[in-house]
Every structure is written in C-alpha cells, then in structure tokens.
C-alpha cells in the first residue's frame, strides 16, 4: 500500500518561500504512469491544484501559481518537494501531496500558516 506523508514547517512568514516535501513509501516515484501532485485545501476555496510532477520528471503547474512554484522530486530519497514563494496570507492552507494514476493516494495534511 503506497503511503505519502508530508512534512515542513507550519507556520511561515509574508514573502518567505514555504517548503515542504512528500515522502512515498510502499511505492516508488519513478513508477511508470504515476504522477505526483501537491494540492491545497482553504475553506474558502475549497480543494486547489497546485502543481505535479511525473514519473519522467517532467512538471506541471497550476496556471495561476506557476510564477511561484515549484515542484522537484529526489528519487534516491523518494520524496518530492513543493516551494511556493513570495507567500502571502491567502497561502494558508492545508497542504496535501498525492499519488497514483488518479489521485489514489493522499497524505494526511499538512497546516500551513502564513503570518507573521
């Protein structure tokens, strides 16, 4: 059973990068036809795609994030990696990394607050 946990900081300040990272176990990053993603939940919002990354390394970004993101993957590891810059409030979130073909496989979350 493939399980993704992440982790990083929870609080972060007003134009700092928040960084946070996924790690895969029972299963690999580099498994053929997966992709893994980061997506954000806000009350206000609602579930938001941020981003993935394939199992070929190539990366795809949320149209409306793309100027601030940025997703990596370390396959020695097997984690993949979020850094979204230039934070503001409205950044608050939780923060979720997920996995599969179809999005099978959700970490718990992750409460990220930006304030300072």
């Known amino acids: 059973q493939v399980q993704l946990e992440e982790s990083g900081p929870g609080l972060v300040k007003p134009s700092q990068t928040l960084s946070l990272t996924c790690t895969v176990s029972?299963?690999?990053?580099?498994?053929?036809?997966?992709?893994w993603d980061w997506i954000r939940h806000t009350p206000e919002k609602g579930l938001e795609w941020m981003g993935a990354?394939?199992?070929?390394?190539?990366?795809y970004y949320s149209p409306s994030l793309k100027s601030r993101t940025s997703i990596a993957r370390d396959t020695s590891k097997n984690q993949f990696t979020l850094q979204l810059s230039s934070v503001t409030p409205e950044d608050t979130a939780v923060y979720y990394c997920?996995?599969?073909?179809?999005?099978?496989?959700w970490g718990q979350g992750t409460q990220v607050t930006v304030s300072s």
């Open positions: 997920v996995g599969g073909v179809a999005y099978e496989y």
């Open positions: 029972g299963g690999s990053v580099t498994t053929t036809n997966y992709a």
């Open positions: 990354i394939s199992t070929r390394g190539i990366t």
